[in-house]
C-alpha cells in the first residue's frame, strides 16, 4: 500500500528493506528498483537511478567506518517528479555537502582520488538535483540521500525558435503567439542575433528582411557562409516585390510570412518546417546508426587453438554501444556503453578506439588484466566520456584451452559445463574511474565438451520485473545447456541462446544483446 513519504512530500510507491547487508545487498536492490512501475521514465534515467543505488549501497558497505546494519530503497512520487532514495541506520556521512561541491571538480583536476568519489561525481553529473538528509533531520532516524528526476517535459527540451525583428511591437507579438510552444531567443537586430547565435541551439528562424545596419537577407547569407544554412529559416515580410523574393529565393529559405501576421498560419509553418526537419535528422541519423552498429561488432575467428568461437547479436531500433573487437590470434575485447541510440555508439566508437591503440601499444605480450587497465586509463583521460558508463571483459584463450578472463563491471560469464550451467565469478570496478586502476585475472580451464558465454547485460535484463527475469535468465541457460548436450557447435549454440532471448521478447529487444560462445 502507497504511503506518504518521511517529508510529507510525495507517495511512496516502492519500499524495500536489507537487513545487515553485504555487497549481495546492491544485486538485491537493484533487482527490487527493477519490479517497481517506472517505465514512464526515459530509459537514461532508469539505468542512472539503478547506477545510484548500485553506487551508493556499495559505497555504504565498503567506504564507512562502521557499516549500517540496514539499507532501504525508496521510490517516492511527488508533484510532477521521482525521487530516488536511499536511507541507512549507520554513521552520518560528515560534510556531504562540502564533498559533493568538490567531487566533480576534483575529478576533472585530479582523476586519482577515491573511487567513492568518482562515484559521487558521476551521480552528480547524472543526476544533479540530489541531497543529503542526516538521521538528525528526519522523522524516521535515518540518513537518507535522494535524488530527484522531474518526470514532466522540461521546457528545456522545447525547440528552440531566434526572432530577429527590429519591430518592438512585431517581437512581442510573436513571442506571445509561440511561446506556449517553443523557448523564444529575441533580438532587435541581426548583427547581435549573428553574434549570439551559438550560445544555444536553434531549431527554426524567423527573420524580418527590411532592417537596418544589417537586413534580413544580408543576415541569412552570413548563416550560409557559416555553414548554418541547414536551420530551417523563415523570412516576415510586408514586401512584395520580385526582385526581394528572388534573392529570398537563391538563399534557399524555406518559407515566407506576410505581415500583417496570422497566428494560425505562423503556427502552422512552425510546425510543418520542425516535422519536416526533424523527419529528415531521423532519417539521417538511422543511416548513420546502421552503419555505426555494423562496425561496432567485428567478427571472430572461427577457432582460437581448441576453442570454437561465435558472435551474434540481437540490435533494438534505437541501438546502443555493444562493442567486440578481436584481439590478435588469441584474444576478445567485449564492452556495453550505458545508454541507447547514436549517442551510444559514438562512445563505443571512442572505446574501441582507445582499445586498439593499446592492443598496438602492447603487442603480443599482453595480459587481460595489464590491457584492461591501458584501456581504462586511456578512457579516464579523456574529459569528453566523464558521465560516460562502460562494462567491460577481455578474454585470452591459450592454445589447450585455458582462459584468463578479466572484467570491468561486465556480467559474469556462464559456464556451460557436462552437468549443468552456472558463473565464472569474475569482478572489477568500471572503466575511466580511476587512473592507474588494477584489474585481476580469472583462470579458468575449458574441457572438452564444455562451453564459456559471455554476453551483455541486455541478454537478461528483458523485464522490469525480477521474477521474469530470473525466469528468463534460467530459459536461457538452460537453452544454450540444452545445445551443448546435443553436441552443438558454437554458433548453433549461439543461435539457441538467442532463439529462446527472441521468444522471451517476441523478437522486439529492449536493448542491444550480444553474445558470444566459445566452446571446447
Request: include cysteine.
Amino acid at each position: 500500500m502507497a504511503m506518504i513519504d518521511d517529508a510529507g512530500q510525495g507517495i511512496v510507491i516502492f519500499r524495500q528493506i536489507v537487513e545487515d547487508p553485504d555487497l549481495s545487498a546492491v544485486r538485491t536492490l537493484r533487482r527490487g528498483l527493477e519490479t517497481a512501475d517506472i517505465t514512464a521514465l526515459p530509459v537514461e534515467t532508469r539505468e542512472a537511478f539503478s547506477f545510484f543505488v548500485s553506487e551508493t549501497v556499495t559505497n555504504l558497505i565498503e567506504h564507512t567506518r562502521i557499516p549500517p546494519g540496514q539499507i532501504i530503497l525508496e521510490l517516492v512520487t511527488t508533484a510532477g517528479a521521482w525521487v530516488c532514495r536511499i536511507l541507512d541506520n549507520g554513521p552520518t556521512f560528515e560534510g556531504f555537502e562540502a564533498q559533493l561541491a568538490m567531487s566533480y571538480e576534483k575529478w576533472n583536476s585530479n582523476k586519482g582520488f577515491q573511487e567513492s568519489g568518482i562515484g559521487l561525481a558521476l551521480i552528480s553529473r547524472m543526476l544533479p538535483d540530489n541531497w543529503y538528509e542526516t538521521s538528525a533531520e528526519r522523522v524516521d532516524v535515518c540518513n537518507a540521500f535522494s535524488v530527484r528526476y522531474p518526470a514532466r517535459r522540461s521546457i528545456v527540451n522545447r525547440p528552440r525558435i531566434l526572432l530577429v525583428d527590429d519591430d518592438e511591437f512585431t517581437r512581442s507579438f510573436l513571442r506571445i503567439v509561440l511561446q506556449d510552444e517553443y523557448q523564444i531567443s529575441s533580438y532587435p537586430d541581426a548583427t547581435l542575433a549573428l553574434e549570439k547565435f551559438h550560445e544555444s541551439p536553434v531549431d527554426l528562424v524567423i527573420s524580418d528582411i527590411n532592417m537596418p545596419v544589417m537586413d534580413g537577407l544580408s543576415f541569412r547569407q552570413a548563416l550560409v557562409d557559416r555553414g548554418d544554412d541547414l536551420i530551417p529559416f523563415v523570412f516576415l515580410t510586408s514586401d512584395t516585390d520580385d526582385d526581394v523574393s528572388r534573392q529570398a529565393d537563391e538563399l534557399a529559405i524555406d518559407d515566407y510570412i506576410l505581415k500583417p501576421i496570422d497566428p494560425p498560419r505562423l503556427k502552422s509553418t512552425v510546425r510543418r518546417l520542425l516535422n519536416r526537419r526533424n523527419s529528415i535528422l531521423e532519417k539521417v541519423m538511422a543511416q548513420l546508426s546502421r552503419e555505426l552498429t555494423e562496425t561496432l561488432t567485428s567478427d571472430l575467428p572461427e577457432q582460437i587453438g581448441v576453442i570454437q568461437c561465435a558472435v551474434a547479436r540481437r540490435v533494438p531500433s534505437a541501438g546502443g554501444g555493444d562493442l567486440v573487437i578481436p584481439i590478435g590470434e588469441d584474444g576478445i575485447f567485449i564492452a556495453d556503453v550505458m545508454g541507447h541510440g547514436l549517442g551510444a555508439k559514438m562512445v563505443a566508437h571512442a572505446v574501441s578506439a582507445y582499445a586498439r591503440s593499446q592492443i598496438l601499444q602492447m603487442g603480443s605480450e599482453w595480459t587481460p588484466g595489464s590491457l584492461m587497465s591501458g584501456i581504462s586509463d586511456a578512457i579516464c583521460a579523456d574529459d569528453s566520456l566523464d558521465a560516460v558508463i562502460v562494462t567491460a571483459a577481455l578474454v585470452r584463450i591459450a592454445p589447450d584451452g585455458k582462459l584468463k578472463i578479466s572484467s570491468a563491471g561486465h556480467p559474469m560469464p556462464i559456464r556451460l559445463g557436462l552437468t549443468g550451467f552456472g558463473y565464472v565469478e569474475v569482478g572489477g570496478p568500471l572503466l575511466g574511474l580511476t587512473q592507474n586502476q588494477t584489474y585481476g585475472e580469472t583462470e579458468f580451464a575449458l574441457v572438452p565438451g564444455m562451453a564459456l558465454v559471455l554476453m551483455t547485460d541486455g541478454l537478461f535484463e528483458i523485464d522490469p520485473s525480477a521474477a521474469a527475469q530470473n525466469a528468463a535468465e534460467q530459459r536461457i541457460c538452460a537453452a544454450g545447456f540444452a545445445a551443448l548436450e546435443q553436441a552443438m557447435t558454437a554458433h548453433e549454440i549461439v543461435d539457441q541462446i538467442l532463439g529462446e532471448y527472441d521468444d522471451i521478447t517476441g523478437g522486439e529487444p529492449n536493448d542491444d544483446t550480444t553474445v558470444i560462445v566459445l566452446k571446447h
